[in-house]
């Protein structure tokens, strides 16, 4: 009998009485959502908890260790009640649709809950476990013979790593990530091959293998697939400082065990990705396109129904605008000035449905506009006609991330969203243009060991610090700032001859700033990981960022 007959039989057994218990924990966790009565919550948490052990009965670990941590988050004090509040439902209605799919589909695929358990992790204050946790494999095994490079590869390591990096940005950026992937399998081939006969030649052999598997059979991008590329890349550094022992250290082995895990999810037919799973006799239980169906399937209708929402919403702002255009133009009927006041109230009615409180506020706002209307000089009618525009410019523009996003619920929060966006758009360009100026004047300055090639980056990194300070991101700044000082006070204007390897830091800070704004440039996660490694690599050139 297979993993998935055995599933089928014991999920049959249950079934009834597990459901009734998630259904129970629904309940008591809507009333302690509306009363706070203390007493709900633990109802709450006595049906979790026997759901938790039915999870563990049947052999379910990923909804077994979310069930867990969501109980350790009912007992935690030091948690706010509104973020415990938003936490506890989201992942019950995670755990909800997981089980739902679970009974469908026959098969467990713990992977699935690993955003969610991350997610309340992260509330709690603890380390997010990785997509690997529940993945077992033998990372010493008897591996093929290799022959030995007849080049040093030693000399050419701070360039092949420069190329990982460039590739790895296109792919961050999603700015032409064939090419990206092309130049991050470049720099991963070249490590490959130099250093075979040595004990870091497996690490690079299976990384070469889950690239590769990536690119060609197009994983998701997942957050935590795209840490692994900078976890990739700090290993890389550290490789070129202190040399292949560091593949003995168990933050080696972590990241070696989440690359075969990324290779055991390929069904690709290629020679080298069947070598490694050949080697480390890696069986596959899953395909990543087998996930991305079910990860659609765990985001619930919502996703789909949020479509339909901005279509359904993007069809009424149209019908608005043409009214508006009638409006100016005086040829609105009384009737359709009425029309147009319920169109708006049901706008601003469903935003708040959907917890964009703060833009359905501001369309409730420009409702006396469009009821002054019609006794307007043309002077002031041009003024509320632009009000009303822009405000229906923010729901266009967030219509197209509904439940993709968490709202902005402060009134004081809204800016006018085309200019907003568009200023956030400047200023990462200067921060990203910034960036890769200083970064060339470091690589030119190393192959010439010529000042003059350092001599414009001051003024670049100015430019980046002003953007991060507007962005708010001041941790940022004080970096980019303390990176100034060490130009100006250890290189600059020192006699000594500069030192290759402290700027080879430098450059590590300059790439760790703009891996940490790209990842805060696309979406709200925490990148605070990527900004540690700054900050240690700035601590490293004797200057300190609290």
């Known amino acids: 009998m297979n993993q998935n ?28 959502s509306e009363s706070l009565d203390a007493s709900h919550l633990k109802l709450f948490a006595d049906e979790i908890n026997l759901a938790r052990g039915t999870f563990k009965l049947l052999e379910l670990p990923g909804a077994e260790s979310l069930a867990t941590e969501m109980l350790s988050l009912v007992g935690d004090g030091a948690v ?43 509330v709690g204050g603890h380390k997010p476990i990785t997509e690997s946790h529940f993945f077992n494999v033998n990372l ?12 040093n590869i030693k000399p050419h390591l701070p360039r092949i790593r420069l190329m990982f990096q460039a590739g790895l940005l296109r792919v961050l950026k999603d700015q032409n990530p064939v090419i990206g992937f092309k130049l991050i399998q470049r720099a991963l081939e070249l490590l490959e091959r130099g250093l075979r006969g040595t004990m870091a030649w497996p690490f690079w052999w299976c990384s070469l293998a889950a690239v590769k598997a990536m690119a060609e059979e197009e994983y998701d991008l997942t957050l935590a697939r795209r840490m692994l590329f900078a976890r990739i890349d700090l290993l890389m550094r550290t490789m070129i400082k202190n040399g292949v022992k560091i593949f003995t250290t168990q933050t080696a082995n972590e990241l070696h065990k989440d690359l075969l895990h990324i290779i055991s999810l390929s069904s690709a037919q290629d020679e080298q990705i069947e070598q490694v799973k050949l080697a480390y006799s890696i069986r596959s239980h899953v395909t990543e396109q087998q996930l991305k169906t079910e990860r659609k399937l765990l985001s619930g209708p919502d996703i789909g129904s949020f479509d339909t929402l901005a279509k359904a919403f993007k069809e009424e702002i149209h019908g608005v605008k043409e009214a508006l255009d009638a409006a100016e133009k005086g040829t609105l009927s009384n009737n359709e000035f009425e029309e147009l006041t319920l169109r708006l109230q049901r706008m601003s009615n469903v935003l708040k449905v959907i917890h964009h409180d703060a833009l359905g506020q501001r369309i409730e706002d420009q ?20 009000g009303i525009a822009d405000a229906l410019l923010e729901v266009e523009l967030a219509s197209d991330k509904f439940g993709r996003q968490t709202s902005v619920s402060s009134k004081q929060e809204i800016i006018g969203a085309g200019h907003y966006f568009e200023a956030r758009i400047v200023l990462f360009d200067e921060i990203h243009s910034g960036l890769a100026v200083s970064k060339r004047a470091i690589a030119s300055f190393v192959d010439t060991s010529d000042k003059l090639h350092l001599a414009n980056i001051g003024q670049a990194l100015v430019g980046v610090k002003g953007a991060l300070i507007f962005l708010n991101e001041l941790q940022c ?59 240690k690599s700035i601590a490293q050139l004797g200057y300190k960022v609290a």
């Not at 007959?5 to 966790?29: C, D, G, P």
């Not at 509040?85 to 649709?97: A, C, E, K, N, Y």
């Not at 506009?369 to 043309?378: F, K, Q, R």
């Open 477 to 535: 700044a004080e970096i980019i700032k303390m990176s100034i000082r060490y130009l100006e006070e250890r290189v600059l204007n020192s006699d000594q001859p500069a030192d290759e390897a402290r700027l080879e830091v430098l450059a590590d800070v300059l790439t760790s700033i703009e891996y940490y704004i790209e990842t805060v440039s696309q979406s709200d996660v925490s990148a605070k990981d990527i900004l540690s490694l700054a900050i």
């Open 5 to 32: 007959s055995n599933i089928s039989v014991s999920i049959n057994l249950v079934r009834k009485e597990l459901e009734a218990t998630l259904q129970k924990a629904e309940n008591y966790f809507s009333q302690f």
């Open 367 to 386: 409702l006396s506009s469009i009821v002054a209307l019609t006794g307007m000089p043309n002077e002031q009618k041009v003024i509320a006609l632009a």
């Open 80 to 122: 706010k009640q509104a973020i415990k509040l938003d936490v506890l439902g989201q992942s019950l209605i995670g755990l909800t649709q997981y089980i739902n799919i679970l009974m469908e589909q026959e098969a467990d695929h713990p992977i699935l809950l690993v955003p969610a358990i991350n997610q309340v992790r992260k």
């Open 140 to 151: 010493r095994p008897k591996l093929p013979s290799v022959d030995k490079p007849n080049f």
